[in-house]
């Protein structure tokens, strides 16, 4: 299923934040976009009412299995394509704003053969 970017990059935040924190509330998720926290309450209010987050009673964020594979597709889009632009020569600061803009519009089989080409030459980590 096709979601809006915002969306996407809200379910990255998430990911991320949990990753780094292991739990996850809405204030924190705010700090982390520099968006509002009402912003962020409703953001997070679709995100649910769609199935990609459940909040539990102690104002948690878990991302659902829709919600954590389309986070971990950008995120691993974000990753690889900010370490590939790098490698180019891009600044780090540059590369990583770039990745963030391409890979919500790359499709999967043009980054799946950028990710294969990338990795044959040595420009990013294997797996």
């Known amino acids: 299923m096709k979601i809006q970017e915002s969306?996407?990059?809200?379910?990255?935040?998430?990911l991320v934040l949990r990753q780094r924190n292991g739990q996850v509330r809405s204030i924190d998720v705010a700090h982390y976009t520099g968006f509002s926290k009402p912003s962020i309450?409703?953001?997070v209010g679709?995100?649910?009412?769609?199935?990609?987050?459940s909040i539990d009673q102690n104002g948690l964020l878990n991302l659902t299995e829709a919600?954590?594979?389309?986070a971990e597709t950008i995120?691993?889009?974000h990753?690889?394509?900010t370490e590939l632009l790098t490698k180019l020569g891009v600044s780090p600061e540059t590369a990583a704003e770039d990745a963030c803009r391409?890979?919500?519009?790359?499709?999967?089989?043009?980054?799946?053969?950028?990710k294969e080409h990338a990795r044959k030459y040595g420009a990013i980590?294997?797996?």
Not at 67 to 70: A, D, E, T, Y
Not at 107 to 112: D, G, K, L
Request: aromatic residues 8%.
């Open 41 to 43: 309450s409703r953001a």
């Open 125 to 127: 980590a294997g797996e």
């Open 102 to 114: 391409i890979e919500h519009v790359i499709s999967a089989e043009t980054f799946a053969k950028l």
């Open 7 to 14: 969306a996407e990059n809200y379910l990255e935040a998430i």
């Open 79 to 81: 990753t690889v394509l």
């Open 67 to 70: 919600g954590l594979k389309i």
């Open 46 to 53: 679709l995100l649910r009412d769609n199935g990609y987050v």
């Open 75 to 77: 995120y691993e889009r």
